[in-house]
């Protein structure tokens, strides 16, 4: 009777297998632009919702302050948005990192202002050129990061523990650093102020515009040629193309937005022009296509995916799970470090207390708001991008919008409000997606 | 009959004064599916974590395609071309079906040294053809969106990428429905046609009758007895299973404890 069931099994499958071979299972990727669209429509549905809440809500924001103020959408202030959101969006490109994993890293504010007021030291009191200065502050934040990352991965201390201590401790060594009795350490080196007030020349902007495209379609032709080469279901060129527009288009605006001349009337008569792409924007755009890279092609990215999706089956899978916890912590401690030396140029030094309050929370909140979840295993470094515009938008307008001696109050009240409902749109499509 | 792959003689294994394995003979075709059966306790777990280098053995062969090995961690079984589908299935949910079943071993790009994604995917689906899979629409769908099934189906081709000799499923249809145990059984016996010596865990006498050839029966630590599915009916089975002997097959019951 056995010997019967085991034989009509394999006949079965003999047969099946006859009758229709199996084709080789590829990417199902729909080949026209309505279905690239519906398949779009139902990924947001179901709790993909990428970058969507973030654009919906720059976009939201743009309309109600550019109704309620008239200066809000000149391009000065425009500028200024671009500009305020820097310190920010570098400290939440870090961080995603960090939230990959499902970790937090709360004192990255402090440790950025840290490492900025390290690097301010070398550069006034130890006379370093801006270079050494930017560096010995990256190293710093690197250096804390190892630290961090070791406590958590090797210790395994929680992260919100080890952080938050350090959140704490931090804000003393700002003090140690700084060793001042006026409370501050003043940068006076050009480039150190430029990484907040450069602009890059008009031209130069219309090429960085120019190559970031052409690096974008040839990578994805290049990608699509490969695909090709294996007999694998490619991105239909119509959608490539629409993609390369859209780029072309949004960048365009950018670039000329930022190359409109804001000088004012003597400043015209001594030919001096206030325009350009901000520095800060190009360091942005570097990181994003340098991180972006790390986490998406390499091994190494795969690798932060993993353990922040499945820590067991990571580490099954022969991946090093504890080098991996550590060296996000390094990434994200070394990128506030950089975003501390931002906030610097903007406020002309470091003072102590810098990098305290909610400037760790506000990139967080950058970071969520673009799509990057809290529980780890989700994120991107755009997000950090798209957040961080959101926030800056608002900061700006509440600040102008909002008058009257209760005005810093509403401005906190609405700022918490919006990482909150942030956290919840992650929470609740990280419940619908199945 | 062809030597066995994998060839276990007098196993022993003791943690501290419990000795849970009791001199194991245990051997594995290529081709053929084995099912490794016994009650909760009589060492199924034990032997396969032996065998997979998770535990050490204490005593007795350890014997790989005829030759003596030693399995000193799970990385000298994979190296051996022993892989083991544990029940949970250690897939991450934020992945894609490719990016799982390369995981900890992404092919690069010769030149730039990045991840090759093509590739992978070229290979992934025609693994997943070998073993005519039809049940997955994308094989860049994330793992989060995928059944009960397609998982195991995910976790088992896996195996296939990597030419694995032995493969171990544990339980591998002990969370399923009807359907989707008849498609992963298809699975396990393809398997083995693709040549590969299958070790299938159960606790379900249907799906060994089904898909294996020979039966392993494990009782209280000792191997009560190896024998052909087609010269066993599921009573005595059960019987190996429960009291370690059924008619003339078995343990003697004055050898019961050798």
Request: proline share 2%.
């Amino acid at each position: 009777m056995s010997a019967d069931t085991n034989a009509v099994t394999r006949d079965a499958v003999a047969e099946h297998e006859a009758a229709n071979p199996a084709a080789n299972v590829t990417a199902l990727i729909p080949q026209t632009l309505g279905g690239t669209f519906r398949s779009y429509v139902r990924g947001v549905r179901s709790g993909e919702t990428g970058s969507v809440p973030a654009v919906v809500g720059a976009l939201v924001l743009m309309v109600i302050f550019g109704v309620a103020q008239g200066n809000f959408l000149s391009s000065s202030n425009i500028v200024a948005i671009v500009q305020q959101s820097a310190p920010t969006t570098i400290m939440a490109m870090g961080l995603v990192f960090v939230l990959l994993l499902g970790e937090i890293d709360l004192s990255a504010g402090v440790v950025g202002s840290t490492a900025a007021a390290f690097g301010a030291v070398l550069s006034v009191k130890h006379g370093m050129p801006w270079y050494v200065a930017i560096l010995g502050s990256a190293v710093f934040g690197g250096v804390v990061g190892l630290f961090l990352g070791w406590l958590r991965a090797k210790l395994n201390i929680p992260s919100f523990v080890v952080t938050l201590s350090a959140f704490i401790a931090f804000q003393g060594v700002q003090i140690l650093v700084i060793n001042s009795k006026s409370n501050g350490v003043q940068v006076s080196d050009q480039t150190l102020h430029d990484l907040y007030f450069g602009r890059i020349s008009p031209a130069a902007g219309w090429i960085l515009l120019f190559a970031a495209l052409a690096l974008y379609v040839l990578v994805k032709v290049v990608q699509n040629a490969a695909r090709r080469r294996k007999g694998l279901a490619v991105v239909p060129v119509t959608v490539l193309g629409l993609r390369a527009l859209a780029i072309a288009v949004f960048g365009g605006g950018f670039v000329y937005l930022m190359n409109i001349d804001q000088s004012v009337a003597w400043q015209q008569r001594e030919g001096i022009h206030q325009w350009g792409v901000p520095w800060s924007s190009v360091i942005i755009l570097g990181l994003l296509v340098v991180l972006g890279f790390t986490l998406t092609k390499t091994r190494y990215g795969r690798h932060v995916f993993a353990v922040g999706g499945n820590e067991e089956a990571a580490r099954r899978a022969g991946i090093r799970v504890l080098s991996i916890r550590t060296s996000v912590f390094v990434l994200c401690s070394a990128l506030a470090a950089l975003s501390g030396l931002i906030l610097a140029g903007q406020l002309g030094g470091v003072s102590t207390g810098d990098g305290a309050g909610n400037t760790l929370l506000l990139a967080v909140a950058a970071a969520v708001i673009g799509g990057t979840s809290l529980m780890g295993g989700r994120g991107r470094i755009v997000d950090a991008i798209l957040g961080g515009v959101v926030l800056a938008i608002l900061q700006n307008g509440i600040s102008d919008l909002l008058q009257g001696n209760n005005a810093s109050a509403y401005e906190l009240i609405i700022e918490g409000a919006v990482l909150l409902l942030a956290a919840a749109v992650d929470s609740v499509s990280r419940r619908t997606r199945r | 009959m062809s030597d066995p792959v994998l060839r276990l003689r007098g196993i022993t294994k003791s943690f501290g004064p419990v000795e849970v394995l009791k001199g194991v003979d245990f051997e594995a075709h290529a081709g053929e599916v084995t099912a490794l059966v016994g009650d909760n306790g009589a060492g199924k777990s034990t032997l396969v974590k032996c065998i997979g280098g998770t535990y050490s053995i204490d005593g007795g062969e350890y014997l790989f395609e005829g030759k003596p090995v030693t399995v000193r961690g799970p990385r000298d079984a994979s190296a051996l071309g022993i892989e083991i589908v544990y029940q949970d299935l250690a897939l991450c949910d934020n992945l894609d079906i490719v990016q799982n079943m390369f995981l900890g071993r992404e092919k690069l790009n010769s030149r730039s040294r990045t991840l090759d994604e093509a590739e992978m995917e070229h290979q992934a689906g025609s693994a997943l053809a070998s073993l005519s899979v039809r049940t997955v629409k994308s094989v860049r769908q994330k793992v989060s969106s995928l059944s009960g099934g397609q998982r195991q189906t995910v976790a088992i081709a896996k195996t296939v990428l990597w030419n694995s000799k032995v493969v171990i499923l544990d339980e591998p249809t002990a969370a399923l429905g009807v359907a989707q145990t008849a498609q992963v059984l298809d699975l396990v016996r393809r398997l083995a046609d693709q040549g590969m010596a299958v070790i299938l865990i159960s606790h379900n006498m249907l799906d060994v009758l089904k898909v294996s050839d020979r039966v392993a029966a494990l009782y209280l630590g000792g191997m009560a007895a190896q024998v052909k599915t087609s010269e066993v009916n599921q009573t005595q089975i059960v019987e190996l299973i429960t009291a370690g002997r059924s008619g003339s097959l078995g343990l003697n019951p004055e050898g019961a404890a050798a």
